[in-house]
């Protein structure tokens, strides 16, 4: 009859693995959720600057505002497109809607009024106009409201504010800021002592807004939301790959189950016979916290390997436990060959039986996963039923000669497979070469054949013959009835 612990300590080592599988499993959902999410973030931005695209294309072919003004309305439906496509591509709230009445206010950035002004004339940097537009609505800042100029203008009038007099008195008329635009932007300035605090750049300069320029800035514009995209699905895969913290999870995970379990079948090995915990000796507790704590070393190895092997090879958690087990257990092996404490006969055969032993366990977890797909738990059962079973087939069929049998049939199978998986390899090179023939018919360009090849391809997928068109006759009835 098989121990409990036969069954117990190899589903405990495939519990380490699903657990590690489940780490990585968490971490490839929220990897792919969030690049789907991204998908859409793109999908919303490029929509976004279609739209906008399609506005500044209408304010062009209307004309919209005249020769001097046109520039002005193409800045508006810019400014409002390309700040929320760059939101959008970040997964932010849009904040930015064209008010377009021609009142007092252009934009609104949520509960911001906005007034843009784009104005060369004047020699102030669009200032001017924003002095007249003051003029005009005394209350516009007074309720919130800012001023959004060309950002070269707005460099500008910044440099004016910052400049020192050594510097201001140097300015010649072939500047690009003169000595009286400095003179009449301090002026300004000085008279409006918050202006400069009610002022911010448009995402464009003067001479993106153009209607002759418009259209590559925002196609620059396109290019930088999509470089973007790229950037920040770089960032995701990045956050997402397998890393310390992971590992160091499943390194605890794997010492804590074993470690757990080595102590549990190390109590009971002492225990029986009516014997109680109170009837154990200090000897015996030493004993058992020594194998608790190889246990938990063990376990701390295969934690770490096997989250190592499932990201770095790419392999299940199932086959990957079972190779770091595998490998435990030939290590241990070899340990006490070199120590003379078996032969090499026995080293063999005990190498021999660790990789069956985790060659059933692996096998018995996926068959588990399949008939019970539900993470951990199938893979347990199936783990649990498959070494229940092995254990009591080990007992009853010890002796070597069954196990070489075993063997050649197992050789004698994988023969066959092998014999089998070439000869439908073969098969369906035959097929596909026939079909790709029967499609070579049907799309070729002289009519007649293609016509029989059609009918020759759809009498091959199986078409009913009475929905297959044969002659011009059945051709005419089917189009003219």
Request: charged share 25%; glycine share 6%; with cysteine.
């Amino acid at each position: 009859m098989a121990d409990i612990e036969d069954v117990a300590k190899p589903a405990e080592e495939q519990l380490v693995g699903q657990l590690v599988n489940l780490i990585n499993q968490l971490r490839i959902d929220d990897l792919t959720r969030k690049l789907t999410t991204q998908d859409k973030n793109l999908a919303e931005a490029t929509q976004i600057m279609r739209d906008a695209m399609g506005k500044i294309n209408h304010i062009i072919l209307t004309n919209r505002g005249g020769t001097t003004g046109v520039h002005g309305f193409i800045a508006e439906a810019a400014e409002v497109g390309v700040k929320n496509a760059k939101s959008a591509v970040q997964g932010k709230k849009l904040l930015y809607s064209w008010v377009d009445d021609n009142g007092p206010v252009d934009l609104l950035r949520e509960n911001t009024p906005l007034q843009l002004k784009f104005v060369e004339t004047g020699g102030k940097f669009s200032l001017n106009a924003v002095e007249e537009h003051l003029q005009k609505y005394p209350e516009f800042i007074k309720k919130g409201g800012k001023y959004v100029i060309p950002k070269d203008f707005y460099e500008k009038i910044q440099r004016v504010r910052n400049m020192s007099p050594q510097e201001a008195a140097r300015l010649t008329k072939n500047s690009d800021i003169t000595p009286s635009q400095y003179r009449s932007i301090r002026e300004m300035l000085h008279n409006h002592k918050n202006l400069s605090s009610k002022i911010e750049p448009a995402e464009h300069s003067y001479a993106d807004v153009q209607a002759n320029q418009i259209h590559k800035t925002m196609k620059a514009q396109n290019k930088a939301i999509h470089e973007e995209d790229q950037k920040i699905r770089a960032d995701i895969q990045a956050e997402h790959k397998p890393n310390l913290k992971e590992g160091a999870q499943a390194t605890v995970i794997g010492a804590a189950l074993e470690g757990a379990t080595s102590f549990a079948i190390a109590i009971k090995g002492k225990l029986g016979n009516g014997k109680h915990l109170s009837d154990i000796t200090q000897n015996e507790w030493i004993d058992i916290l020594k194998d608790t704590g190889i246990g938990t070393a063990k376990g701390a190895i295969r934690g770490s390997s096997v989250y190592l092997m499932t990201n770095a090879l790419h392999m299940d958690g199932t086959v990957a436990t079972s190779a770091v087990t595998a490998a435990l257990g030939i290590a241990e092996a070899a340990f006490k060959f070199r120590n003379h404490e078996i032969t090499k006969d026995e080293f063999i055969s005990q190498a021999e039986m660790v990789c069956m032993d985790s060659a059933v366990s692996a096998i018995g977890s996926i068959l588990g996963q399949a008939l019970i797909p539900v993470p951990i738990v199938g893979p347990l059962v199936g783990n649990a039923v498959a070494t229940y079973m092995y254990s009591i087939v080990k007992d009853v069929l010890k002796e070597s000669k069954i196990l070489n049998e075993y063997k050649e049939q197992i050789e004698a199978l994988t023969k066959q497979l092998d014999k089998e998986y070439q000869e439908c390899i073969e098969q369906i090179n035959q097929n596909m070469q026939e079909y790709l023939e029967i499609l070579s018919r049907a799309f070729s360009p002289d009519i007649e054949k293609a016509f029989n090849g059609s009918i020759e391809l759809a009498q091959t997928l199986g078409v009913s013959e009475n929905e297959i068109l044969k002659n011009k006759e059945e051709i005419d009835n089917y189009f003219l009835d």
